[in-house]
């Protein structure tokens, strides 16, 4: 069947130490992935995304990368602050298709 | 621009009764999305529409859920009759498809409870 996993429900980490969040997929044959940032009470807020071929993508503070011999990506927060505290969500496509298919989550939580 | 607009923002009903949800998509956004997120089941597609028609509708959890996208700029999803198991926030979003990969917008969601 079909899953995308995020490492775990929740991570905390010290500020300023670097966050790496997991996604992993298993029959999905993405042509590209997304981070989206959701905060408590509303929708969620596109990051990121990386395509197949890219291996990493960079954007601020925020490092992205995606092994599709491993079905997997890495979300990387450098220098985290109490301000990225939030529930961060991979979502990738199944080729041809412009639906996304989201995985559950991992809830941030950034310790001043 | 607006964003993505939502209405309502919360919504609470008695089983049986008829619920529709309403969305104002970006403008010049070609692509909408209606979603469902529980707690349980995580960010669930429901439908999607290309240009004012429904492309996928196979996240559609039952024949009680409904959702039309008249024009460009409005789209609703209605159930009937509800039950309990609908409580869920219900998401919108739309995006812009040029080629094979695109953001998406969210509303800021409509809070359903079904007693």
């Known amino acids: 069947s079909q899953k995308i996993e995020q490492n775990s429900e929740a991570l905390n980490i010290q500020e300023g130490k670097t966050a790496t969040l997991t996604c992993n997929y298993t029959?999905?044959?993405?042509?590209?992935l997304q981070w989206y940032r959701q905060d408590p009470g509303r929708g969620p807020v596109f990051l990121l995304l990386?395509?197949?071929?890219?291996k990493e993508k960079r954007k601020e503070r925020l490092k992205v990368t995606f092994d599709t011999t491993l079905k997997q990506s890495l979300f990387h927060i450098t220098a985290s602050q109490p301000a990225d505290s939030a529930t961060y969500l991979c979502?990738?496509?199944?080729?041809?298709?412009?639906?996304?298919?989201f995985g559950t989550g991992t809830r941030l939580t950034v310790i001043p | 621009d607006a964003g993505v607009i939502q209405s309502p923002r919360h919504e609470v009903t008695e089983m049986g009764q008829e619920v529709t949800l309403r969305c104002k998509p970006i403008?010049?956004?070609?692509?909408l999305f209606w979603y469902r997120q529980t707690m349980m089941r995580g960010l669930e597609l429901l439908i999607y529409?290309?240009?004012?028609?429904?492309?996928?509708d196979s996240g559609m959890p039952e024949d009680r859920f409904s959702a039309k996208m008249p024009n460009a700029s409005f789209s609703t999803l209605k159930i009937q009759p509800s039950e309990p198991r609908d409580s869920a926030v219900y998401f919108c979003?739309?995006?812009?498809?040029?080629?094979?990969?695109?953001?998406?917008?969210f509303g800021p969601g409509t809070r359903l409870t079904v007693l």
């Open positions: 403008s010049g956004h070609n692509s």
């Open positions: 029959n999905y044959s993405p042509a590209y």
């Open positions: 990386i395509r197949e071929n890219e």
């Open positions: 529409f290309n240009n004012n028609v429904p492309i996928d």
């Open positions: 979003a739309s995006s812009l498809v040029q080629g094979s990969a695109n953001e998406q917008f």
């Open positions: 979502a990738l496509d199944q080729t041809g298709a412009n639906n996304l298919f």
